[in-house]
């Protein structure tokens, strides 16, 4: 799998930053070509000479060029090493250079690299236990998460610092692998098609404050983004209200009702190859939203009555105006669900439908899980196990690449 690769690899200032010597020998070994940046903090503790020889090209070390050298030789070479790649690692990732990352700084060659990159990337983190627990270190490693980047975690055992926990950069076999399993799912077999997705849930309005919703917190729809993105799309991403960082390289639109999104969406369907409907969009809105707040002085009683109409069907929609283009939908069931979702497939005209029920473990609402079936044309069932929401976006996007090829 990494045999004719091209792997960038980001250094930073931590002691486990020896390990990338034998991380680079051993990418090598196996047929990649690699091409290594540093910061200045690096250097501290290993020389670019080293890491030179190790993997036969020039390392960057610096954002400019060194002050008095003899040749001097300019060039965006941040923006051809962001092309060259096919996928980068930063290793030993900082709690510096992790808050740098998932902030946006560029004051350093490896972080200027990032901003301009168009391949996966993965972090490893290492660093002491203290630093990685601390609460400002889990949220930035969770922010650069929801934004699509890879992390492999640190392992536990003794640190340098003679304390035991996690922290320690893995073994030079596990960011092997890691990387490997990387390249596996961002295969790019979509470049060039145009993927419609949304996401999150919709707002339909009582009044000017209260409204009513759901529980989605558009983690899943996110996850294909991302994956599709990855995998060389030009996504469009269409969503409800969430707290979610959009995935690099993705266009998103924020909307907030049902009808919005249906405008949104149909305004953009005729230039997309796919489309996938993973928004909890509602099924209900109410008829007369207030204009202002309604006040509980202003009440006849106790009791206040919403009338309540039902939204347009997006899917059904769409389905009606397929033309060639592969469409796929999620079916939300608690009760008879294999029954339903097969005549949602075939009432909205669905390629296939993505089953899930909320009450079964690891398929609940905000969770980094979930647990489908997948039920196509012909009504077969694949069932599968709990797996990360990327890993059951790479399948839905596997199946929908098999259309596309027809």
């Not at 051993?26 to 020889?53: C, D, H, N, Q, Y």
């Not at 923006?79 to 740098?100: C, R």
């Not at 270190?137 to 055992?157: A, Y």
């Amino acid at each position: 799998m990494l045999s004719g690769k091209k792997i960038l690899i980001g250094v930073t200032g931590g002691i486990a930053v020896y390990k990338m010597c034998f991380v680079v020998r051993e990418l090598r070994r196996v047929g990649a070509e690699v091409r290594v940046v540093m910061t200045e903090s690096a250097k501290e503790f290993i020389t670019p000479l080293t890491l030179s020889t190790l993997s036969g090209n020039e390392v960057i070390g610096g954002t400019f060029p060194e002050r008095g050298a003899a040749v001097v030789k300019a060039g965006t070479w941040h923006i051809d090493l962001s092309l060259w790649a096919d996928v980068m690692l930063v290793a030993p990732a900082t709690a510096n250079t992790i808050a740098k990352i998932a902030h946006g700084f560029a004051d350093n060659a490896v972080t200027t690299l990032i901003l301009s990159l168009r391949c996966p990337l993965i972090i490893a983190p290492a660093m002491d236990s203290d630093m990685w627990a601390n609460p400002t270190t889990q949220e930035n490693v969770e922010r650069l998460r929801e934004l699509g980047v890879f992390v492999l975690p640190p392992d536990e055992g003794e640190l340098a610092s003679g304390l035991v926990g996690p922290g320690r950069l893995p073994e030079v076999e596990t960011i092997v692998k890691f990387v490997e399993n990387v390249l596996k799912k961002t295969h790019r077999n979509l470049e060039g098609k145009k993927i419609l997705i949304t996401a999150g849930p919709t707002y339909e309005p009582i009044d000017a404050v209260r409204f009513i919703s759901n529980r989605s917190s558009g983690k899943m729809g996110f996850a294909i983004a991302n994956a599709a993105v990855l995998r060389g799309a030009d996504v469009t991403l269409v969503t409800g209200p969430v707290n979610l960082q959009t995935p690099r390289n993705v266009s998103r639109i924020d909307v907030e009702t049902a009808e919005e999104m249906l405008k949104v969406v149909e305004s953009h369907f005729s230039k997309q190859d796919a489309v996938i409907m993973a928004a909890a969009v509602a099924d209900f809105t109410p008829s007369r939203p207030a204009e202002g707040k309604i006040k509980k002085e202003d009440l006849q009683g106790e009791r206040i009555n919403v009338e309540l109409e039902r939204t347009r069907d997006i899917l059904e929609s769409l389905g009606e105006k397929k033309d060639g283009k592969v469409l796929v939908g999620f079916a939300l069931e608690t009760d008879d669900e294999v029954r339903n979702a097969k005549e949602k497939l075939k009432r909205k005209n669905l390629d296939f439908i993505v089953l899930n029920n909320p009450l079964v473990e690891g398929a609940g609402f905000g969770v980094d899980t979930n647990v489908v079936s997948i039920i196509d044309k012909s009504g077969a069932v694949e069932k599968l196990p709990k797996l990360s929401k990327f890993d059951v976006a790479n399948i839905i996007l596997d199946r929908v690449a098999e259309i596309l090829k027809k």
